[in-house]
């Protein structure tokens, strides 16, 4: 018997729980600038459902993006405390690979050649990753990324190199983060880095040293 909860805020804020591969609860939430809000009431929410006390989790599992860096941050950080206050293992999954996973577990007619899947950057980019159908574990097999990049210039670079692509966006949910992470445990190769992929600088940074605001006031 293995509980597993699963968390991934690269785009909402999105929260599963499982039990030995079934969903018994899960919460989507696509409120993309509240994830700082909602994190904590999503959670208690899929244990409220479930009657189920944390304690018993044996793992927990974060999207680790690509995404920007404020939501990033906050499932990330709500895992690593859930896991350490639970006793729970700590895993990290790349969210792109979980797209790709659900596409490829419920698109029956996906064309045969390479998948973009992308989200949006923002700055007028997206964030990307490439992949080439499922391994023979069940995983997404990764061809090149993930990155960050305008889409039309990764498209064209992808194409030339790859030939024809297949073009999905979307955006990573908690149940495929678990799935996904499902698989790479059964296959002896999931990850504890939870480190986030933002692939760039945040939007905000720091001031520089001596860096003045505003107007002097002479008096």
Known sequence: MSYL???DTTAG???ALLKDGKVLAELNNDLGMK????IGDAIQSVFNQTAIRPQVMDAVVVGRGPAL???LRVGI???MMFAEAAGAQLFGAVSHDAIALAIYSTDGNLPPQPLLVHTDARRGEVYWALYGGLDSHGLPTLLAGPSVGKY???VESLTRQHGTLTDRTGGATATWVARLAELQLAAGVAS???S???LRAPDASLPKPNQQFGKRVSG
């Open 152 to 154: 039309d210039e990764v």
């Open 192 to 194: 504890r880095d939870t």
């Open 5 to 7: 909860l699963a968390i």
């Open 77 to 79: 950080a709500a895992g």
């Open 13 to 15: 804020t999105s929260v």
């Open 196 to 198: 986030a992929l933002y």
């Open 35 to 38: 994830h700082a809000e909602l």
């Open 69 to 71: 860096f404020t939501g």
